[in-house]
């Protein structure tokens, strides 16, 4: 059987695509200039990385506002954030093998802060279930919804469910502020000092690679000293999370989330607020 | 995509890293192509193990091993894989990454915006949760096996 290929020839390619080369060339002239921001903020700081100014530029440059680019341009960008971000994943393993013994003697902490990722169930479903939400937080919460979760839940739910809906929200949500968001949160939590910097850096492999980026960045500009230590783990534990995300969400996350809804849903319920469908059944 | 794509689309993203590189941290493009060179090479071979070996990982996942292997203690190219790699900031790679990221999400802003203010508060909690969960677990696991 023939292979399909997306193009069917490289000059095709770049007919389609130069345009998006151009730009990402000219928003790395213009956020590489810029470089490096800290703004002071209480105890923590607020750093800011040329790849939040290149984001912001391309979500600009899309069709809802500048309209540089197209949505047949939209969609050949995504295919193209693995390519490129494969050269840091490169850099970080790099960097985990010249540290191999740090990342040795943290095998057993590498492995079981992997269940870690669950957290998101304990905190993020019931805070759900108060603002309202039913099936939907199953999808919303289960994990932090990259594309791998968002695709798995609309293969078992169906594509029309409340939970893929609930999935699809926490994924667009995540992407527009996810990277920007993990590295401001990441350094006010270490400005909390309740933490040692190589958890704060296995905690940063969540299985998205660019919230794991915004993640490392932050926390080797904090602590420079022990910056080979900090992406070696983070590289570590984003490359375990690649592998078992997907075994840990069918396996664990999802039970795990169902059982908790069953369990908390009808104690949650009468101080929930009201959704939607909740107040045109009433009003019927 | 076909080897040739990749190939190409590869020495697009090290010219946007030696770019970056220059800019930010005016290291000039000499001195950067070893490091350039070596973080590539490590992606294409990623991607060639990824298509060869039937186990279905996702390609980062190939390509961080490969870099692992690179620069571990057996490595006979250890020094100048590091030495290299070391040449490149941490975070020059990344702002390409953020561009095309950034494009790719472009038609989403109006469905975000629809989202409203319980959906981004939720996605939030999310974020902090598998983070925080993540954290609370790798403290209390460090501090036991005495790592820290």
Known sequence: ?284 | MRYIEWAVLFIISGLGIALANFVGFQVGFMESLPGVAVLLVIAFLGLVASKLIPLKLPIVAYVSIIGLLAACPASPIREFVIESANKINFTAPLTMVGAYAGMSISDQIKTFVKQGWKMILIGVFVMTGTFLGSAIVSQVVLSLTNVI
């Open chain 1, 1 to 284: 059987m023939e292979k399909q290929y997306q193009y069917s020839s490289l000059g095709e390619r770049f007919r389609t695509e130069w345009k998006i080369y151009v730009l990402a060339f000219v928003f790395i002239l213009i956020a590489d200039s810029i470089g490096q921001i800290n703004i002071p903020l209480g105890a923590g700081r607020f750093i800011l990385f040329p790849i939040f100014y290149s984001l912001i530029l391309g979500v600009l440059s899309g069709p809802q506002v500048a309209k540089i680019i197209k949505s047949k341009q939209v969609k050949a960008a995504s295919k193209l954030v693995i390519v490129a971000i494969c050269p840091f994943i490169a850099k970080l393993g790099i960097n985990a093998g010249a540290s191999l013994e740090t990342v040795l003697s943290a095998g057993p902490a590498l492995l079981l802060q992997e269940f870690g990722n669950l957290g998101t169930i304990f905190l993020a479903l019931p805070l759900a279930l108060l603002l309202g939400l039913k099936r939907e937080a199953i999808g919303a919460t289960h994990s932090i919804n990259r594309e791998t979760n968002l695709a798995l839940i609309t293969d078992m739910y169906g594509p029309d469910s409340p939970e893929t809906r609930g999935s699809l929200s926490i994924y667009v949500v995540g992407g527009m502020v996810g990277t920007i968001y993990f590295g401001f949160m990441v350094s006010v939590i270490a400005a909390l000092n309740i933490f040692h910097p190589f958890a704060l850096a296995m905690s940063s492999g969540v299985g998205a690679g660019i919230m794991m980026a915004s993640a490392t960045a932050s926390l080797t500009a904090i602590y420079p000293q022990m910056a080979e230590q900090i992406s070696a783990l983070a590289s570590a534990s984003e490359t375990i999370s690649g592998i078992d995300g997907i075994y840990m969400t069918i396996f664990i996350g999802l039970p795990l989330c169902n059982w908790l809804y069953k369990v908390l849903e009808p104690k949650i319920r009468p101080f929930a607020l009201k959704s939607k469908e909740d107040t045109k059944v009433e009003e019927a």
